[in-house]
């Protein structure tokens, strides 16, 4: 079908940087209209691959507008996260107007179209809720982890096959995929774990679950959920057999908001990595494929990449108050001649590594490799690279791996 897309059953990685912060988020992507930037969702949500990356795929629910011959996406990282991008691409999907796109069952792209809306819905408690998830009008029913929906559909959904049930919702907060995938829901009941995957509002089709019951001219399923969600819409989808027409938007433009030009190492999923911290942001700009006339458009966001959750130490903050093996600060930061890390190490000490990274992920210097005793060390950075050359004025990272712990921070040089 074109797009890159792999099986998308969930989980995460995270490496430890700072302290471990369960609440944080992961970078969002936001699309440029023509009253400025719409905040999307959270982006790097998959199955982690051979190396620790996700490779995520997703169908914007804010569709970028043509400005001046170009669609404009922007990635921000606004809570306690550290992401890596590898690859980044949008694709463009255009499709008759009874369909729309979808990362499908299994995860990858393709078509469907609304082949059924409930005829009843109840809650836990016996009330009747179907004008609540009968169309997607943003007036919702919530579910609890304690509680359950049970929603009816015409039973000749079963003979068409190849369907799958449809959701709109939103989490109250965003869970972490479970390790290693989600495990089957009992026979007849629709879980809805991938909805709260991402933070904001958003569709998602789903397998049918097996061993539904049929009363009647009426299939019911029972609806689940692991945290707090609001259900704007429930449906049963169709997928039509019929060509998906995608289209790469290539790159023209790739900007961080600290390093500058980055297009050359979100282009291809080669290991050239781009970082966003906390407050950072890239702006992207891509042509415009032809869209013929009878035809719709949407876009589907390819990513590739890697989030850690952190918590960035310096300022007046007491970095003496984290846990021993969490403790690291870099000083004077901003720097013209030398900046010092120092970080602690538990007892009985162990295997320290201490390094330095471009803004684009390049490895600049090695100052330490050994086993170190416990206490509090000191290592001092000069501003070059491991061959003795001075390097230019921007922003830096640093990594301690303490004893199986990863710590972090950026820093930066001034000439």
Known sequence: MGIPCQDLTYSYRFRVVGVYNPGG???????????????????????????????????LEHKPEDLGGQYRLRLSEDE??????????????????????????????GLYSISADAVGCWDSDGHDILELVSASDERTALLTPDSWIEVAFPASVLGRGGGGAGADGKPSQKIPPPPGGRDGSPPGVLDLSELCYRENAHRRILELPQGLAVEGDEVRMRVTTPTELEIDYLFIAEFPEQPILAQRCATLQAEHSESGECLASLADADGGYVDLWPGEQIDLSFSIPDLEGSLERDFVLVSRGSVETIRDFGGDEDIWSAPPARRIAAYPNPFRRTAT???????????????????????????EQDLVSPGVHTHVWDGTDDAGQSVASGVYFYRVEVVGTTLGGKVVLLH
């Open 341 to 367: 890390i120092e970080y602690s190490v538990p007892d009985p000490g162990g295997p320290v590594e201490v390094r330095i990274y471009s803004a684009a992920g390049k490895l600049v210097r090695v100052l």
């Open 80 to 109: 306690s996260e550290h992401s890596c991008f590898d690859l980044v691409e949008l694709w463009a999907v255009d499709h008759a107007p009874e369909v729309s796109a979808a990362i499908l069952p299994g995860g990858s792209a």
């Open 25 to 59: 988020g992961c970078p969002f992507v936001s699309a440029r209209g023509s009253t400025g930037y719409a905040v999307d969702n959270n982006v790097l949500v998959g199955q982690a691959a051979a190396g620790g990356d996700v490779r995520d795929a997703y169908v």
